[in-house]
């Protein structure tokens, strides 16, 4: 059989090969981080990329005694997100996998589209309006329909991508926040958050979703702008080795994130005076920017 996929010791694996190594990966990873408990129900944030489309696809498929459950936000990017939300649509539809989408335009009164002049005018990204957003949405909708946790496709890149950004923003506190399972229980109005590709890299996603012909896109949101994040991606990617130092850079994370919780334990998390929901402020970033946009 062809050989699809070269590990880091050395080894090949053909198709049927990687696929085992991929999905056993996901397993150990719920296990190691004990991103599951007894919970029945999972949640998917879903923007019908490849990435998260993948993970619907491999949760369903390794979890089949669990709920598992597709939610979306369309934020309102013209053309770029219909397209998404068409896919993602039709895959749900065949593999009778439960989706809600929820917009903007109905929740906030707008969508993203209609705000990119008022937030370039405040000195904001899109990116980071879109991100704060759909964090909040996701967090409503998933409290409200009971879900006890909300699986999210974040890899190996995108984990490496963040620790390096918070140290170059000064940020410390912010590597307090991140790792395989977010958020806490014990704040009223949480919704946990995992991250079952933690130790997944970019390039395995998107060859296992290839190999299992997944109706994956890769096309790139149009709202996206030089923001730091990517220049911190293409800096990570442009080493020989590139995989090799992501992969050093979230294990040398895991093993001081304990350390960094427990220091940063007492910026405590209270109810937004506003939502009500968790935020380390008395009003969250969201009903802040909601304020102003
Ligand atoms: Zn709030």
Excluded at 201 to 214: D, G, Q, R
Aim: charged share 30%; glycine share 4%; proline share 3%.
């Amino acid at each position: 059989m062809k050989k699809v996929y070269r590990l880091s010791c050395g080894k090949w694996l053909n198709k049927k090969q990687f696929f085992e190594y991929f999905e056993k990966k996901v397993r150990k990873t719920i296990r190691k981080f004990k991103l599951l408990n007894n919970e029945n129900k999972i949640a998917i944030a879903c923007s019908g990329g490849k990435d998260s489309l993948t993970l619907l696809y491999v949760l369903n498929k390794l979890y089949k005694e669990k709920e598992i459950f597709a939610l979306s936000i369309d934020e309102g990017i013209k053309d770029y997100r219909k397209k998404l939300l068409r896919k993602l649509k039709s895959f749900c539809e065949k593999n009778k996998i439960p989706l809600a989408v929820f917009s903007f335009k109905k929740e906030f009164g707008f969508s993203l589209d209609e705000k990119t002049r008022k937030i370039k005018k405040l000195g904001l990204t899109n990116c980071y309006v879109c991100s704060v957003l759909k964090r909040w949405l996701l967090n409503k909708k998933a409290k409200e329909m009971n879900f006890p946790v909300i699986a999210t496709a974040h890899s190996l890149d995108d984990e490496a991508e963040t620790i390096i950004l918070n140290l170059l923003k000064g940020n410390p506190e912010l590597l307090a926040k991140i790792g395989p399972k977010t958020g806490t229980t014990k704040v009223k109005g949480f919704v946990q958050r995992i991250k079952p590709f933690y130790l997944h890299s970019t390039e395995e996603i998107v060859l296992y979703a290839k190999l299992k012909k997944l109706p994956i896109s890769l096309a790139v949101c149009p709202l996206r702008g030089k923001t730091l994040r990517v220049n911190v991606r293409n800096w990570l990617n442009s080493f020989d080795k590139k995989m090799q130092i992501k992969n050093n850079v979230v294990n040398a994370y895991l093993k001081i994130m304990a350390l960094i919780k427990e220091k940063y334990k007492s910026v405590r998390l209270r109810n937004c005076k506003k939502c009500g929901f968790p935020s380390s402020q008395e009003i969250c970033n969201a009903c802040k920017l909601l304020e102003k946009l």
